[in-house]
Nanobody, 123 residues
Framework: QVQLVESGGGLVQAGGSRRLSCAASGRTSSNGAMGWFRQAPGKEREFVATINWSGSITAYVDSVKGRFTISRDNAKNTVYLQMNSLKPEDTAVYYC????????????????WGQGTQVTVSS
């Protein structure tokens, strides 16, 4: 089993920045992607960003391209989401997810999930 714990959420003004962290523990995979998803009230959980094991491949939802950056530090078993130029529509609970093997942006293909961290962007 893999446990994922997110941190870094909070209240930020529009145009501001925030960095989320996700620490993994347990039987962490040496091949799997890690990703960030978000869920706003009344909406489905959506893909935000993902990164492969080596960090050489990333993917983003169009709405965050150029503003968000995903990265990982395998020595620390941690993945990050740097969020810049935040907008009120970025307000959501942000979830970290891990996949045992492979790279994907599909929500249902992730094996492990964190509890989420709330990000609120005020206008």
């Amino acid at each position: 089993q893999v446990q994922l714990v997110e941190s870094g959420g909070g209240l930020v003004q529009a145009g501001g920045s925030r960095r989320l962290s996700c620490a993994a523990s347990g039987r962490t995979s040496s091949n799997g992607a890690m990703g960030w998803f978000r869920q706003a009230p009344g909406k489905e959980r959506e893909f935000v960003a993902t990164i492969n094991w080596s960090g050489s491949i990333t993917a983003y939802v169009d709405s965050v391209k150029g503003r968000f950056t995903i990265s990982r530090d395998n020595a620390k078993n941690t993945v990050y989401l740097q969020m810049n130029s935040l907008k009120p529509e970025d307000t959501a609970v942000y979830y970290c997810a891990a996949r045992r093997v492979g790279f994907t942006s599909q929500r249902d293909d992730y094996d492990y999930w964190g509890q989420g961290t709330q990000v609120t962007v005020s206008s």
